[in-house]
T-cell receptor, first 114, second 115 residues
Framework: DTGVSQNPRHKITKRGQNVTFRCDPISEHNRLYWYRQTLGQGPEFLTYFQNEAQLEKSRLLSDRFSAERPKGSFSTLEIQRTEQGDSAMYLC????????????FGPGTRLTVT | AQSVTQLGSHVSVSEGALVLLRCNYSSSVPPYLFWYVQYPNQGLQLLLKYTSAATLVKGINGFEAEFKKSETSFHLTKPSAHMSDAAEYFCAVTPSGAGSYQLTFGKGTKLSVIP
């Protein structure tokens, strides 16, 4: 069990560019979550997958954001036409079927939009 | 709907002193409650959780927290602070029962430990 991994760890992009982040959950965890954390704030929920199905999306997830988990394993989060306000830490978490409320977090991807 | 209020964005304690980090929650249904710790440039690590069993829960690194329904509180304590406890601490809530178990976090409390 290597824990939740996220790549890249850091991303600097120019406004208007598209970016994609990857999350690999703990093996056999069927639940996967994306959160966003801005400076001085706690993480905020973005979206949730159970297996490959995206079951919930926050109002924070604008049309420029899309997330996928095509085979129920890794997930990607894409941001199109990035804006400076998208600068944040993007955190991924996973949870097991038998303890669904216990989420384990990855190290995060820090996005800076210039 | 759920919400979490953490009193004190920054708490300083001397090494060896009691650590007390405050968390109050609001939830329309019975909650599950969590404390997470975050070190600089890292993700969140689960310290402890309350899931409607014992109201006093013990976690890793000597931390514990007590669920008080009447006060809607879930304060985090540690009898004796260590330098390695310096980090940011987040309290989080989710509704118990079936559902997504998405977490609602407080804004965090940064703990400094003075040698």
């Amino acid at each position: 069990d290597t824990g939740v991994s996220q790549n890249p760890r850091h991303k600097i992009t120019k406004r208007g560019q598209n970016v994609t982040f990857r999350c690999d959950p703990i093996s056999e965890h069927n639940r996967l979550y994306w959160y966003r954390q801005t400076l001085g704030q706690g993480p905020e929920f973005l979206t949730y997958f159970q297996n490959e199905a995206q079951l919930e999306k926050s109002r924070l997830l604008s049309d420029r954001f899309s997330a996928e988990r095509p085979k129920g394993s890794f997930s990607t989060l894409e941001i199109q036409r990035t804006e400076q306000g998208d600068s944040a830490m993007y955190l991924c978490a996973s949870a097991a079927r038998d303890i669904p409320y216990e989420q384990y977090f990855g190290p995060g991807t820090r996005l800076t939009v210039t | 709907a759920q919400s979490v209020t953490q009193l004190g964005s920054h708490v300083s304690v001397s090494e060896g002193a009691l650590v007390l980090l405050r968390c109050n929650y609001s939830s329309s249904v019975p909650p599950y409650l969590f404390w997470y710790v975050q070190y600089p440039n890292q993700g969140l690590q689960l310290l402890l959780k309350y899931t409607s069993a014992a109201t006093l829960v013990k976690g890793i690194n000597g931390f514990e927290a007590e669920f008080k329904k009447s006060e809607t509180s879930f304060h985090l304590t540690k009898p004796s602070a260590h330098m390695s406890d310096a980090a940011e601490y987040f309290c989080a809530v989710t509704p118990s029962g079936a559902g997504s178990y998405q977490l609602t976090f407080g804004k965090g409390t940064k703990l400094s430990v003075i040698p």
